[in-house]
Every structure is written in structure tokens, then in C-alpha cells.
């Protein structure tokens, strides 16, 4: 029994040996999909951040304030981003600092930003403005085209100047589905809870996970990224970009020629993907005529898709005119934003 125990075994290395080298793997991981073109790091450096996570030292995570922890979390998501073009900073507030400027991601500049963050100050005295930070950070968003994701690390916890939670909602109504906003919680206290939930619900992304979680349970980690950062693009719809037209117009600005190349990459690179181009349009004129700009715009991408290699039949244009805006029309921002086309990813047997 023993002996042909061991020649079953060898019988089954054998097989798995050809199936291998005659190409029979394991099917490739799916190619990540940016969902936004930069993120920011901004890490709460206030008083409170000196204190224990829940009041208590936490043994598994080297019994440490939730300033450390937080810095930490920095370094743990650092290290799990995938590199997809974003461009990339870090900064705190309470006080507010710029420890590495707005500049293509790179993995090792962004680490060496994070490192030299004090954690050893002294919380005597030190105020919370997290509000004026996020008024601050807004000069750097402002700079930025495409979308964003503010990756806060916080307790929550604020003590001056305008409520974060007001601050963050003015930057969320001036930004709309340009920016989300994630948050890594270390909130233990009433406020703080309310506050970074309240904050994480503004955007449509709703991205919030509790440090410790965070820092324990690498999965966690990958399913906040995934939440706002990237996803896999397996099984799901996903909108990979939008780009933007001038008014009454359907022609390609030079400035999203780079989009939409990523995205003759990417589609490429997937054979079982189809894409879905929707256009839109601003409220100014009639529904009739705003139909046929619509459907323009998503032409125009599909006919650049075309010229660059990609296969017609598996490119579905259409257009909502102003029925579906994502921003506030009352505005020339929002007018603005609501002037596009949005690029979705599809698998091949979606409707």
C-alpha cells in the first residue's frame, strides 16, 4: 500500500510538471485600474494623536500612541500601492506641513517623505485645527487636474477654527466626484467616531477602516486601497477616467491624450473586456440638442480607441445628454465637470 502510495504521489508531480510547461498555470492576477490620477497623504500630527489607541497600550502593534500607529498605517498603505501613474504627496496638519511636494508616485521618495514625521513631540498645549488644515490642503488639490483621494490618518479628534466636518464638506461641494475623501480611523472617543464617519460619508467613494483593523489584517489594507485608490477589474463595471470638453464642444483636448491612452493600454492588455462610453453634457440648451453633443463626445473617444488599435465591435458610445449631471449646475464649476465623457470598463458579457 505504502509503495503505491508513493508512485500515485509521483505519478500526480509528474502530471502537474507537464501541465505546467505546457502552459497549464495558474491564471495571472487581474491588471490593477487607477480610480484616480493622484492621492494625498495627510496625517493628523495634533495633541491627541500623542495619546494610547482606546486608552490602553496596544501589544501587537508595539504598545504605541496613536501617533505612531498612524505613521505606521502611512508606511503599510505605502507599501501596497500599486504604481498606476498617480501623482503623489505628503503632508499633516495641527500643524499643517509639507513633507514631500505633489510629484509623480514612487514608492521609495514617498517612504523616505514619511520617515522623518516626529512622533516624539511635546502634546502640551498643542491645538487640533484639523478644519484649517483641510482649507489648507485645498491649494494643493486645487493645483491637481483629474480626480483625487485625500487619505486622511486621524483620531478625529478637532479643538479650533472651522469644524472639520464643515470644511470637509466644502472641499467634497467644490470638488464633487474629483475627490474622495478616505480616512483611516484612530478616533476612540464619541466625537472622533462621528466626525471621520461623518467626513467618510461625504464622498460618493465612502472609504473609512479602523486603524487597528488596518494595521492587523492585511486584507483590510487591500480592500480600503481598492475602496478608493484602484481596483482589479475582474468581474465589475468600473469607471476607469472621465475627460473633460469645453462648452458646446466634442473635440479631444491634448491634455487627456494621456488617459486615454492608459486606457488603449489596459483594454488591450484584458481580452475578455468591453468598454462602455458614456457622454455628457452641461444644462445650458435643449434636451434634443444636448442628446446629439452627447453623443459626440462618446463618439469621439471611440473613434480615437479605433485609431489607436482597439476593436470597434467591442466599443458601445452613448450619450445621456443633461439627464444624468454629477455636479452642480448652478455653477460654472459644476457646469464644467458635467461637461465629459466617462470610460467604464465592462466584462464581456455585461448588458
Known sequence: MRRLLVKQMRFLVVMLTLAFLAGAALPAAAKPIAKVDNFILFLD????????????????????????????????FNKLMPNLGYKSGV?????????????????????????PIDVQYDAYARMTPWGPGLQQID???????????????????????????????????????????????FADTKHGQEQVKKIASLSRCNCIVDGDVFLRDQAA???????G???????????????????DKYNIKREFLPVLDEGVSIIKSKTNTRVRLEGHTDSVGSVAYNQKLSERRANSVKTYFVKKGVNASIIDAVGYGKLRPRFDNSTAEGRKMNRRVEIKFLPMNAQ
Open 229 to 247: 485608490i484602484y481596483d482589479e477589474g475582474n468581474d465589475e463595471s468600473i469607471i476607469f477616467r472621465s475627460i473633460y470638453f469645453d462648452f
Open 221 to 227: 489594507r487591500i480592500t480600503f486601497l481598492r475602496c
Open 139 to 185: 491649494s494643493v488639490i486645487a493645483g491637481l487636474s483629474g480626480k483625487t483621494a485625500l487619505v486622511i490618518f486621524t483620531d478625529g479628534y478637532d479643538n479650533v477654527g472651522i469644524d472639520a466636518a464643515v470644511a470637509a464638506q466644502q472641499l467634497q461641494s467644490k470638488y464633487g466626484d474629483k475627490l474622495c475623501i478616505m480616512v483611516v480611523s
Open 91 to 115: 503632508y499633516t496638519f495641527a500643524p499643517y506641513k509639507q513633507y514631500s511636494a505633489m510629484a509623480p508616485y514612487n514608492k521609495e521618495a514617498v517612504e523616505k517623505a514619511i520617515t
Open 45 to 76: 500630527h495634533s495633541s491627541s494623536m500623542k495619546f494610547l489607541y482606546k486608552g490602553k497600550s496596544q501589544l501587537d502593534l508595539g504598545g504605541q500612541s496613536k501617533i505612531v500607529l498612524a505613521k505606521s498605517a502611512m508606511v503599510e
